[in-house]
Structures are given as C-alpha cells and as structure tokens.
Nanobody, 130 residues
C-alpha cells in the first residue's frame, strides 16, 4: 500500500501559478510506478491532468493543460510535483495525487483513467478566480 500526501493548493487569481507536491511512502524501489495528478470539480467526473513514470520519467498531459502545467519528480525524495502556470478559472478543482505500480506502456495507454489506480491522496484544493 502506497500512502500519498498532497500539499500546495491555494486560491489564486487567473494567470497566477501554483506548485502542488505529492510525497509518497511505501513504494517499492524495484518496480516502476505511474504517478499521476487528477482533478475533480463539483458535479464533474475525475479527470486525469498529468502523469509520469518513475522509471523512465515519461510524461503525459491532458490537452487542456499542455504548455501550462509541468509534472516532475525526484525519486530520491519520493516526491512528485505539478507546476501550474497561467492558471484559469476552469482549473478550479480538488487535485488528487495517485500512484499505481505499472510499466511505462500501461501508464501511457491507461494512466489517464482513474480506475487504474488503487492508491490516492486526500486531495488539495485549487481555486482560481477571474
């Protein structure tokens, strides 16, 4: 079981930036993981925002955040970050970190689906005002 703790959520004005952090504990050092950020706004489905493979560091983004958000990691610190720039009101949501043991193909092809993941953090709220 992997434990995930997110932080960094806040209220900002449109055009601003935030960096979310996700600290993971309990991961095996011997298998690859797909580490992902999801978000969920009230009344909407949980949406995959970005994900990264712990092995090769491949990254994938949903179209609406490409060029604005960057996912990165430091495996020595068991931490994944989501740098969010040029924030828009439609980015307002609860942001969740998720982890699943998976190779890069599984992360690439299925990592945007929340059903892939069995390990979730408690979420951190991001609110963007216009």
């Amino acid at each position: 079981q992997v434990q995930l703790v997110e932080s960094g959520g806040d209220s900002v004005q449109a055009g601003g930036s935030l960096r979310l952090s996700c600290v993971a504990s309990g991961r095996s050092s011997y298998i690859p993981y797909c580490m992902a950020w999801f978000r969920q706004a009230p009344g909407k489905e949980r949406e995959g925002v970005a994900r990264i493979t712990t092995g090769f560091g491949y990254t994938y983004y949903t179209d609406s955040v490409k060029g604005r958000f960057t996912i990165s990691q430091d495996n020595t610190k068991n931490t994944v970050w989501l740098q969010m720039n040029s924030l828009k009101p439609e980015d307002t949501a609860m942001y969740y970190c998720a982890a699943q043991a998976a190779n890069y193909m599984r992360c690439r092809d299925g990592g945007g689906d929340p059903r892939l993941y069995t390990n979730w953090g408690q979420g951190t709220q991001v609110t963007v005002s216009s």
